[in-house]
């Protein structure tokens, strides 16, 4: 498991050309945003998009069965190839946090206007926990070339989603706002656990080929 | 452990392909070729070995040990080499080794560094720009670097120039001579086979031929030649497969078969090679060549 972890991160070393162009792109979308709007959850998703590109190395020129391919014939289970995304995914959302915290910090003295009001943490958490909910699964589900849409589109798609949910009170987000901190705690690991229960059923025994 | 490989009654069912009923066994020390024509489920039942594929029957056994209860205590000792095997073609040879070498309980560096040093693989060269044959010593140096127990490969030779495929037979065939490794082989070059296998696997559209020691099969397998005159008088429905040309007629039977036909100066009587073999063996009866 601690080696299909390291084993990301250390691809997005080994391609550090392309983390770091991406970097800079997404850096400039939430700059823009930032400086059109100010800081609100909305501004925050497209952060999400940036980790999405360096967690799944599943851009269009990638063979997806051939990377399962060589991965699964490596000393790993497949459980632990599911589980390990779950945990690389939380592990870079903490990363891409204290870049944030790091980044508006910088910004501050240079004296911008951001607005903190529309800033809700707990709220930030509970889009990007749904998002990734919804979309590790998905990815489990189309290894072809579906999954270049999932990739690109669901995590613009998804957040948005949510948002306009919650503008209409339906969003899941309204009923954690709304039950009390133990009940949101579980309902977000149930959540987790139903997703994880999900890509594990969609993944562990199908045909790599 | 009597058998490294055990393969029982396995079965798998595609839209347009069905692998069925295949069975063999390999013991520890020896190499087996695996052998077919394209499409003939080689690469299927490989998968299947690896877990890469779900069997829909059957069971296979790795050092004794079923392939999917023991997945991961059995790759750490399989060493594996695909035709077509994926790399990160933008990361190094040095890079794309660490990401392997850690998954690895017996991995070694040294090893590792000897091979790159006999290949002639520049660690710093990125996979993309490898040729076809760097990068199959490249895949053969990843696989023989963690003292694996059972090497399984899928067409290593596939694509190689003479001189390279060589080389590689070479190193296969130094493998084996410690007597615990045991090397399981796919390929339809049956040349190189003839030079390093002990036994030969041939399946057939998906269906087991036979699995047998190479000289059983030698011993076992006869090509007989003569004019077509002579091929009137004989029972075609004894020969395993024939082949009917201009001046006369070949076909391959079992020993027993050209025993019985008695010692003429119409019949030639040669030695098949193993591609004689699966040659008439796929082809069968049905094929009459040149009229």
Redesign the interface.
């Known amino acids: 498991m601690l080696?299909l972890i390291?084993?990301d991160f250390?691809?997005n070393l080994?391609?550090r050309k392309d983390f770091f162009k991406n970097l800079m792109v997404y850096s400039l979308i939430f700059f823009t945003l930032l400086l059109m709007q100010g800081v609100n959850p909305v501004t925050l998703q497209y952060p999400i998009i940036f980790v999405m590109e360096t967690s799944f190395r599943s851009r269009v020129r990638e063979?997806i069965v051939?990377?399962l391919?060589?991965i699964?014939?490596?000393?790993?289970?497949r459980r632990e190839y599911v589980i390990s995304k779950y945990l690389v995914v939380f592990i870079k959302h903490i990363i891409l946090v204290f870049f944030l915290y790091l980044i508006l910090n910088i910004i501050k003295p240079l004296g911008l206007t951001i607005d903190y009001t529309g800033v809700n943490i707990k709220k930030i958490i509970v889009f990007w926990i749904l998002s990734y909910a919804i979309i590790i699964p998905l990815m489990f589900l189309f290894l072809g070339s579906g999954r270049n849409f999932i990739h690109v589109f669901l995590p613009i798609f998804i957040p948005v989603g949510f948002l306009i949910a919650e503008e209409f009170r339906g969003s899941i987000y309204y009923l954690v706002n709304y039950l009390g901190s133990l009940e949101s705690l579980i309902i977000i690991l149930v959540v987790i656990a139903l997703s994880i229960w999900v890509s594990l059923f969609l993944y562990t025994?199908?045909?790599?080929? | 452990m009597d058998y490294v490989l055990e393969v029982e009654g396995l079965s798998k069912k595609f839209d347009d392909f069905q692998l069925k009923d295949i069975s063999f066994k390999l013991k520890p020390g020896y190499i087996m070729g695996f052998i077919g024509a394209n499409g003939s489920g080689k690469t299927t039942t490989i998968k299947l070995i690896m877990n890469l594929l779900r069997r829909d029957a059957g069971k296979v056994k790795i050092f004794g040990k079923d392939n999917i209860g023991f997945e991961k205590e059995i790759k750490d000792r399989i060493g594996f080499v695909y035709d077509d095997l994926y790399f990160y073609d933008d990361l190094t040879i040095w890079e794309m080794k660490d990401i392997i070498a850690p998954f690895y309980s017996r991995w070694d560096d040294k090893v590792f560094n000897n091979y790159l040093d006999e290949f002639g693989l520049p660690g710093y060269k990125k996979i993309k720009d490898l040729s076809k044959g760097m990068k199959m010593k490249f895949s053969l140096s990843l696989a023989l670097s963690h003292h694996a127990d059972f090497i399984i490969m899928d067409e290593p030779t596939a694509g190689l120039d003479p001189i390279v495929r060589r080389e590689v037979l070479d190193i296969l065939y130094d493998i084996i001579q410690d007597e615990n490794k045991s090397i399981f082989f796919s390929t339809h070059i049956t040349t190189d086979l003839e030079k390093i296998a002990d036994y030969i696997t041939f399946i057939d559209k998906g269906r087991m031929v036979f699995s047998k020691a190479l000289d059983e099969i030698y011993d076992n397998y006869k090509l007989i030649k003569g004019d077509r005159g002579l091929l009137e008088k004989l029972n075609r429905e004894e020969f395993i497969g024939f082949r009917v040309h201009n001046i006369g007629f070949e076909a391959l039977a079992g020993v027993e078969v050209v025993n019985s036909l008695g010692t003429t100066d119409e019949i030639v009587v040669e030695q098949p090679s193993l591609e004689d073999i699966m040659y008439f063996y796929t082809k069968g009866k049905k094929y009459a060549g040149t009229n």
Not at chain 1, 205 to 209: E, K, P, S, Y
């Open positions: 080696e390291k084993m250390k691809l080994y391609r063979d051939g990377e391919t060589l699964q014939s490596l000393p790993v289970k025994d199908r045909d790599l080929a």
